[in-house]
């Protein structure tokens, strides 16, 4: 939900001036991140999504008149706190991720765009642990939260579709509100903070439909049930219900494939709508900037960890009775 913007661009291009003054060092020069590394910018990432999980949450306050202050207050805090966060991971993850960001050239067609992050993301592979730790931190913050809504009769009697829809709906509408209010420094009318629910109503269709067509394969589904939330809320799709008895060398890779799919489908309209309906209510001249970058970048780590939050529903009991 944060947008990097002219900052980022900037930076890299600081970076990248700071990079042609200094001398070429030879190949294999330079140090590769190791084990220790890579588990640093994983678990620093996880904590990043968390923390991300929570400031969208914290906005829903945002929509209660008078509430504006603290809640902005409150909204920029977790911001500052999960910025920190990935302030500690190593320096290759901080560079892959303005590296794939900045690859994005809103002067250029769309496929180009998609063609130089992906390319951008093959040539700084750490980009790729940074987004994991973070998709699943989110996942993580996620099933929490979906645990303690269930302590709710009202939310508990649900179908799992619907409470899925409630909760997605929560964050997308908290997201683009927090992120209203923050950027107009507590001033934004009530109407353009109303924006906002337009992303409530993306994600909640989403949410909804990710749990209704692939039950227990969709990895905020899996996420629930990883954080102790009523595991038989959502019945298996017919396509889980094959999947669950078949040998691990086809269950695995189709689990990791449906649920990479789903998340990654969902993020694509997640991502863009979290923009979209920020600068509609930030009133800005043209609504749709940074919309395609989010939503392809939003994909692809939607995608990445939600194929990885597949394989650990596949290493759970993945039998029909209990998806």
């Given at each position: ?46 904590l ?55 690859a ?31 998709t ?15 302590g ?27 992120e ?55 019945p ?20 990791m ?27 800005k ?14 994909s692809?780590s ?22």
């Amino acid at each position: 939900m944060s947008r990097a913007g002219e900052q980022l661009r900037s930076r890299i291009a600081t970076r990248n001036a700071q990079q042609q003054q200094q001398p070429v060092e030879p190949e294999g020069s330079e140090n590769s991140p190791g084990f220790i590394d890579g588990a640093r910018d994983l678990g620093t990432g996880v904590l990043a999504g968390g923390i991300g999980t929570a400031q969208a949450l914290s906005g829903l306050a945002s929509y209660i008149p008078g509430a504006e202050r603290p809640a902005s207050a409150i909204y920029r805090g977790l911001g500052r706190a999960r910025e920190g966060v990935l302030g500690l991971q190593t320096e290759h993850a901080q560079q892959a991720r303005e590296d794939v960001h900045g690859a994005w050239d809103s002067d250029e067609r769309f496929g180009t765009n998609v063609g130089n992050v992906l390319s951008s993301i093959r040539d700084n592979p750490y980009y790729l642990t940074s987004a994991l730790g973070e998709t699943l931190g989110s996942f993580g913050g996620y099933g929490k939260a979906l645990k303690l809504a269930q302590g709710s009769a009202r939310f508990a009697g649900l179908t799992s579709p619907a409470q899925h829809a409630l909760l997605a709906g929560g964050l997308g509408a908290g997201g683009a509100g927090g992120e209203i209010v923050a950027d107009q420094d507590d001033d934004a009318p009530y109407t353009d903070r109303l924006a906002g629910l337009g992303a409530g109503a993306v994600y909640a269709g989403t949410g909804w439909l990710g749990a209704r067509l692939t039950g227990g394969l969709d990895p905020n589904v899996i996420a629930g049930r990883l954080m102790g939330a009523n595991r038989t809320a959502t019945p298996p799709s017919q396509a889980g219900l094959w999947l669950a008895n078949r040998h691990a060398a086809i269950r695995y890779p189709s689990h990791m494939a449906v649920a990479g799919t789903s998340e990654g489908l969902q993020e694509f309209a997640q991502s863009g709508s979290d923009v979209l309906f920020a600068n509609i209510g930030l009133r800005k001249e043209d609504i749709w900037e940074g919309v395609d970058k989010a939503a392809v970048i939003g994909s692809i780590s939607g995608a990445v960890g939600g194929g990885a939050m597949g394989v650990i529903g596949g290493r759970m009991d993945t039998k029909a009775r209990n998806i």
